[in-house]
Each structure stands twice: as structure tokens, then as C-alpha cells.
């Protein structure tokens, strides 16, 4: 997917999951943009953000192959 970041600027092929993905009561990757709105984002902020998005999208992953592990038995 294809998230704006102003009028003629977005971070492109940004996986669904890790845009969606919530942690507690918010969704990180929307968070971290949101409370950059106004600023200029540097290159090392933009490293951050790809680091962010693996880092989400990892985590989904890791999650689903735990629960395809961790099925139990119904008694």
C-alpha cells in the first residue's frame, strides 16, 4: 500500500499488516507518522520508519507461526 506523507510524497509498498498493526491501544506505524506531522523527516528518520515497518511485519509473522505451533489438543 501506499502511505501520504504530504502532497507529493508517500512511503510506497508499505505492507497492510505492519500499517494496521496494533501494540496495546495504537497502531505504531500511524503513531510515529503522526507525531511527525509538520517536520521535515531526515534521512535518519526515514531508516527509522523502514526499520519500524520490517520490525511490525516480523512481528506479525512470528506471531502466526507461534499459533500454528502452540495449537492445543481440546480435551
Not at 505504531?28 to 511527525?36: H, Y
Request: with cysteine; net charge neutral.
Amino acid at each position: 500500500m501506499r502511505v501520504g506523507i504530504n502532497a507529493t510524497q508517500y512511503f510506497d509498498h508499505v505492507p497492510l499488516v505492519a500499517w494496521e498493526f496494533f501494540i496495546g491501544g495504537y497502531q505504531p506505524a500511524q503513531k510515529w507518522l503522526k507525531d511527525r506531522k509538520g517536520r521535515t523527516l531526515s534521512s535518519d528518520d526515514l531508516l527509522h520508519w523502514q526499520k519500524i515497518i520490517v520490525a511490525l511485519a516480523e512481528t506479525k509473522r512470528l506471531m502466526e507461526e507461534v499459533d500454528q505451533v502452540c495449537v492445543f489438543p481440546m480435551v
